[in-house]
């Protein structure tokens, strides 16, 4: 079996407490019971097994030999995804509060130290993220050296549990009345900006209408291309589709860009802040309002908030404030 695979002694199924026992004391590499939750929240062996940086034949063996142990098989298998059984919902719920336990443990251990310490899953839209987040943990982690970030950029949605997140900073209310959320930017909106550059050879629109004749750039919204651009002024209310000369997934991508003069871009008011101060970028139909987009922090509401959760939680409170 590879290294760093968990063993489990052969002992009768109903001897509950040497299971939990075995099962606390596995290799290093595979703390806790996080090498069964990852699975469980992945949906998939080999996802888990890359995340865990162990290969998925270790996590099969150590997955059969736990059924074996338990006395009952723990997912449905299909070509796609695992999905739990009904035994297997009640030992996730059981090694979910255990984990929870844990590490709540260690990071009282570290508390009464005056450190926090552990890593912290985040996740953030790619040019917010760039921007702002990765200054914020810089920060945050020179205030507490013993916090190990793990980040993701992006402009989809991801999933707070399957993805193991600790922190979202999403745009838009979050739909899921599973996770508790708070508003971070709930003003922001969207604004028509483009380069100087731009703007001197091909002119600035006085109408929304006005964009059709104007090379448009597009990122997605929650892995949907975003072309309906949406403003308001008074009572008055346009919804332009463009048609988009060049689209990207990552909005950090459109916002180069249109900094390089390529075109026009509908941009988060928060995410072009800076280039609206430097210059480098100048909006247009200013006399309109673009679409709400407001920043939430989102965490999960079935875990317990560990002390380093809630304290990068306050600290990204205390920063846009």
Known sequence: ??????????????????????????????????????????????????????????????????????????????????????????WYRSARAAQDALNAGLDELAGSRGELAGTLRISAPSD????????????????????????????????????????ALRAGAPKDANVIATPLAPDNNRILVASPDYWARRGMPQTPAELAQHTCLAYSIRDTPHVSWRFVRGSEIETVTIMPARHANDGAVVSEWARQGWGVAYKSRLDVAGDLATGRLVAALTDWAGEASPLYLVRSGSRQVLPRVRAFWDFCLAKMR
């Open 1 to 90: 079996m590879p290294h760093g695979a968990p063993v489990f002694p052969h002992e009768k199924a109903d001897n509950s407490q040497n299971i939990i026992n075995n099962y606390l004391s596995m290799a290093h590499e595979l703390p806790g019971w996080d090498w069964f939750l990852r699975i469980v929240e992945r949906g998939s062996i080999s996802a888990a097994a890359r995340d865990l940086n162990q290969t998925p034949a270790a996590l099969s063996i150590a997955l059969k030999r736990l059924e074996a142990q338990l006395g009952a098989r723990l997912f449905q298998r299909s070509t796609r995804r695992l999905t739990l059984t009904v035994e297997g919902d009640i």
């Open 128 to 167: 917010f993220g760039r921007q702002y987040v990765l200054g914020w943990l810089d920060e945050f982690c020179r205030l507490h050296p013993g916090i190990v970030p793990i980040v993701a950029l992006s402009d989809r949605v991801d999933d707070l549990i399957a993805d193991s997140l600790d922190i």
